[in-house]
Nanobody, 119 residues
Framework: QVQLAESGGGLVQAGGSLRLSCAAS????????MGWFRQVPGKERERVATKGWRGRYTYYADSVKGRFTIYRDDAKNTIYLQMNSLKLEDTAVYYC????????????WGQGTQVTVSS
């Protein structure tokens, strides 16, 4: 049974930092593309950042480039999202997801962790 467990969300002031973690189990972690997504009520889910299998590529949404960093530790089956210079518009529920490298279709999702940025 595949499980993705996010942690690290919370309340932070604008300009602050948070680091999200997502621990995966039940899959061969190194063979999966891992991504971070976020969603605000009433809006579509947005892909924030992606790290390819075995770290082969990285994607960032334009809205987070230069502020967020995604990295993975295959030895720990964990993906991280370091978020710096947080803005009010970064407030959302953040989800991690896993996609087999052969399909790049996200099949597994975590339960989400709330990030709230205050002024």
């Amino acid at each position: 049974q595949v499980q993705l467990a996010e942690s690290g969300g919370g309340l932070v002031q604008a300009g602050g930092s948070l680091r999200l973690s997502c621990a995966a189990s039940g899959l061969t972690f190194s063979e999966y593309v891992m991504g971070w997504f976020r969603q605000v009520p009433g809006k579509e889910r947005e892909r924030v950042a992606t790290k390819g299998w075995r770290g082969r590529y990285t994607y960032y949404a334009d809205s987070v480039k230069g502020r967020f960093t995604i990295y993975r530790d295959d030895a720990k089956n964990t993906i991280y999202l370091q978020m710096n210079s947080l803005k009010l518009e970064d407030t959302a529920v953040y989800y991690c997801a896993a996609a087999p490298f052969r399909t790049t279709v996200y099949e597994y999702w975590g339960q989400g962790t709330q990030v709230t940025v205050s002024s």
